[in-house]
């Protein structure tokens, strides 16, 4: 299956992406990459069956201005509405607090985290991502989210020291589906066979292969 990649900002280059994503390369996924927002439209969009959201409301690692529109908020919302999938991973739940749309098309956002830190990736039972898997820890940023979980289906959580903050989830929005994971800001952690696991299943799942 096809996927468009949208990566790259400040606090997260394209290389932490690409690097996670290419051992998925051999596993039936063909992965397409836009780096800089600027490349972004609603017809090159359209062309992929699933898109993968890991950048935040930069235009790039260089270009700090915000990239998203009510118009490009509007055109996610249609495209999943359609039947489409969208895997959001880590920094794709950053500066969007003031897209209505788009937020609540993901079903939260991210507020804060603290240093990075240990992190334990723990799974709830019923939830097609979740049956019979094993916990893990990472060392990872503690994304702490604002996170509507009264309309999202929860799935993974993320414990700390900090705390316990909600750490994956999915819901439906018309014919489409949306799926979030909150770990990922190194190499490492995209590179962890744990999250491997969880980011295949997710894009199995946003692309209704299961």
Known sequence: MRVLVLCDDHWHPAPTARAGLAKLSNTGWEF???ENAGDWSAERMAEFPLVLLSKSNDVSSTDWRPWVTPQVEQTFR???????????????????RETPILRALIGGVFVQHPPPCSVTLEFHDGHPLANARASFTITDEHYFMDCDQTQVGLFMTATSEHGTQPAGWTRHEGDGRVCVLTPGHSVSVWLHPAFQTVMRHALQWCGKQV
Do not use: P, Q
Not at 78 to 96: P, Q
């Open 32 to 34: 397409d990459w836009i």
């Open 78 to 96: 249609d495209y999943v509405r359609r039947g489409k999938g969208l895997l959001v991973i880590h920094s794709g739940t950053a500066g969007y």
